[in-house]
């Protein structure tokens, strides 16, 4: 198979914001691997679905592999999987901890590693890790401790794998979302979510999309935590 086109790897694929990236790099001619604990193998013969754990070494290993024999290649990766929950600091379980921690960290660095030491090879790719701006300005009544312990450690390795690899032609960005109108959000909690953001409403999947796209082609930017928060990062 030819390996001119190019490639994006997305965890967190089945639904949401990845189910959306999925399709984005669709439109512009990638193939795609789309990886979730729950996706399944759709009609597209240029997106391959492998459902697994990502705070698994072993389906790291396996999306990675999957990519390079069927593809031959990888170009991005978009680690938008995650897991939010807002509970009272003092009200999380170690299931809590240790389901954040393999998803949120686990999950990026193992998957990260093995797609880095592939574009090594070709001198050239692109990571977009996907945050959130709780991360930089914790708001009243939305505990988030585990969440910006996790995201906001992600923001920092996002500057810091910019920096070593600047100059191989691998390039890491961020996007740091606001609250967004996904399944996760129930209609009832809309109106109180939107009250969040300077801007007074969520965002959409869209917007998360178009940061993510433009970050594909800002071949100058590197090592950027962008913002789609609706303001909130700027202050209330």
């Given at each position: 198979?030819?390996?001119?086109?190019?490639?994006?790897?997305?965890?967190?694929?089945?639904?949401?914001?990845?189910?959306?990236?999925?399709?984005?790099?669709?439109?512009?001619?990638?193939?795609?691997?789309?990886?979730?604990?729950?996706?399944?193998?759709?009609?597209?013969?240029?997106?391959?679905?492998?459902?697994?754990?990502?705070?698994?070494?072993?389906?790291?290993?396996?999306?990675?592999?999957?990519?390079?024999?069927r593809f031959g290649r990888i170009d991005t990766l978009v680690n938008n999987a995650g897991i939010f929950t807002a509970?009272?600091?003092?009200?999380?379980?170690?299931?809590?901890?240790?389901?954040?921690?393999?998803?949120?960290?686990?999950?990026?660095?193992?998957?990260?590693?093995?797609?880095?030491?592939?574009?090594?090879?070709?001198?050239?790719?692109?990571?977009?890790?996907?945050?959130?701006?709780?991360?930089?300005?914790?708001?009243?009544?939305?505990?988030?401790?585990?969440?910006?312990?996790?995201?906001?450690?992600?923001?920092?390795?996002?500057?810091?794998l910019a920096i070593e690899y600047a100059p191989t032609g691998i390039r890491v960005n961020a996007v740091s979302p606001?609250?967004?109108?996904?399944?996760?959000?129930?209609?009832?909690?809309?109106?109180?979510?939107?009250?969040?953001?300077?801007?007074?409403?969520?965002?959409?999947?869209?917007?998360?999309?178009?940061?993510?796209?433009?970050?594909?082609?800002?071949?100058?930017?590197?090592?950027?935590?962008?913002?789609?928060?609706?303001?909130?990062?700027?202050?209330?």
């Amino acid at each position: 198979m030819s390996s001119e086109q190019k490639v994006a790897i997305i965890t967190g694929a089945s639904q949401g914001i990845g189910a959306a990236l999925v399709k984005a790099y669709r439109d512009r001619n990638y193939r795609v691997i789309a990886t979730s604990r729950s996706i399944k193998q759709g009609s597209d013969p240029d997106v391959v679905a492998i459902a697994g754990d990502i705070g698994d070494p072993a389906t790291a290993e396996r999306v990675v592999n999957e990519a390079i024999t069927r593809f031959g290649r990888i170009d991005t990766l978009v680690n938008n999987a995650g897991i939010f929950t807002a509970k009272p600091f003092t009200d999380f379980t170690l299931e809590d901890f240790s389901s954040t921690i393999s998803t949120n960290v686990a999950g990026v660095f193992h998957i990260t590693q093995r797609v880095v030491a592939e574009m090594l090879k070709q001198e050239a790719g692109h990571v977009v890790n996907i945050t959130t701006s709780l991360s930089d300005h914790a708001i009243t009544g939305v505990p988030s401790v585990l969440a910006n312990l996790t995201k906001g450690g992600l923001n920092s390795a996002t500057k810091s794998l910019a920096i070593e690899y600047a100059p191989t032609g691998i390039r890491v960005n961020a996007v740091s979302p606001g609250v967004i109108k996904t399944p996760m959000h129930a209609p009832e909690t809309h109106e109180f979510l939107a009250a969040l953001h300077p801007v007074k409403r969520m965002g959409d999947i869209r917007d998360i999309v178009d940061a993510v796209l433009y970050l594909e082609s800002a071949a100058f930017v590197t090592g950027e935590i962008l913002h789609v928060d609706g303001g909130q990062s700027a202050g209330h």
